[in-house]
């Protein structure tokens, strides 16, 4: 086969693979070993790792290597089909995923992956783990498969990493946005005990973490604020536990629902989310203030709190959450900008 034509066929793969193939794949359209060979040499190829090509026509970019490694797991199927599979597959976990993430200062002499099925790889630099990954602890970092960072941060204390390396991973994660600390908590857990925290006391040793990163109470509470699903849930849990609250608190929290309700109130008359607000939503939100504002009072008339926390929970979070993250973050792409079109991130 001429090599023209053969770069030709090569380029229906290349295109959405990062400008990478693997020998796998360059069969199915026809080119044996052979003629893989005589592209590598002439310099039409770039051979990245044992068995994936590089079109050298293509630049080099960051993540290179961790891209040829997850290619070369699964040698014979497509990226783009790995990627939308219905079922989990292999995924960057570990320190690769903290590198993806941008979080700690982890070298990642190593490529590592999760799976759901057990493997094994000849490879010195690859490891895998065996795991049978919910969808939510899976996003897309540049192109791949990857860990969220709450579960990466959990495998990072689980592979028994020094907690202050583990620390600054959280510390930079939390810079970078809200943690869904709910979700970290709940997968700290069973680590726990032999990080020297009570069994099965995730937040415990989150805390512990957050200690060590320096991450004060303000730091943790502008990273909650940010995560309007977790924000309303707590709100809910105030209302609900007044009545156990110690009488000294009362009134901090009082002077904390007044500005609340009075930052609802300027946000109403906000010009700015007048289109994300209709008349029926401003009606809510306008009880969602009264409720807000008169919370105490409710606990003191021994009114049903639970009723109050439920209203108060559907209404910040239907009517209040729900409404700005629709206007301001319309339904994404499924994939990230820095994969070749058809792959980007979905979040």
């Known amino acids: 086969m001429k090599s023209r034509v053969a770069l030709q066929q090569l380029a229906e793969v290349t295109e959405s693979q990062w400008g990478m193939v693997t020998t796998a794949q360059a069969r199915a359209q026809g080119i044996d070993h052979m003629t893989l060979k005589r592209l590598n040499d002439d310099g039409h190829l770039i051979r990245l790792i044992h068995g994936v090509y590089r079109n050298a026509g293509a630049p080099s970019a960051e993540h290179e290597e961790l891209r040829a490694a997850w290619l070369a797991a699964e040698p014979r199927r497509l990226a783009l089909e790995r990627l939308h599979d219905n079922r989990p597959g292999i995924v960057i976990s570990g320190e690769s995923a903290a590198r993806l993430h941008g979080i700690g200062d982890l070298r990642a002499a190593r490529s590592e992956f999760t799976s759901p099925t057990r493997r094994q790889s000849q490879r010195l630099d690859v490891r895998y783990r065996t795991r049978d990954l919910p969808r939510e602890d899976i996003t897309v970092r540049h192109g791949l498969p990857t ?15 020094d907690l202050s390396t583990v620390a600054d991973a959280l510390r930079d994660a939390t810079r970078q946005s809200a943690l869904d600390t709910e979700r970290l908590t709940e997968l700290l857990a069973p ?8 069994a099965g006391d995730g937040a415990a040793l989150l805390e512990k973490l957050a200690q060590s990163a320096g991450i004060d109470e303000n730091s943790w509470a502008r990273s909650i604020a940010e995560n309007g699903p977790l924000m309303a849930k707590i709100l809910s849990q105030c209302v609900t536990h007044l009545p156990q609250m110690q009488i000294t608190h009362l009134p901090q929290m009082q002077a904390a629902v007044k500005k609340f309700s009075i930052a609802v109130d300027n946000l109403l008359n906000t010009s700015k989310f007048q289109k994300v607000f209709t008349p029926a939503n401003q009606e809510l939100l306008t009880a969602a203030s009264q409720v807000l504002g008169n919370s105490l009072q409710t606990w003191k008339t021994r009114i049903s709190t639970s009723e109050t926390a439920e209203l108060l929970a559907n209404t910040i979070h239907n009517q209040l959450v729900n409404p700005m993250a629709s206007a301001s973050h319309p339904t994404p792409p499924p994939l990230e900008s820095d994969m070749p079109h058809e792959c980007e991130d979905p979040r």
Not at 152 to 160: F, H, N, Q
Request: glycine fraction near 4%; aromatic fraction near 0%.
């Open 147 to 161: 860990t969220t960072r709450e579960r990466t941060i959990a495998d990072l204390v689980e592979d028994r990493q």
């Open 191 to 198: 680590l726990a005990r032999r990080n020297g925290c009570a």
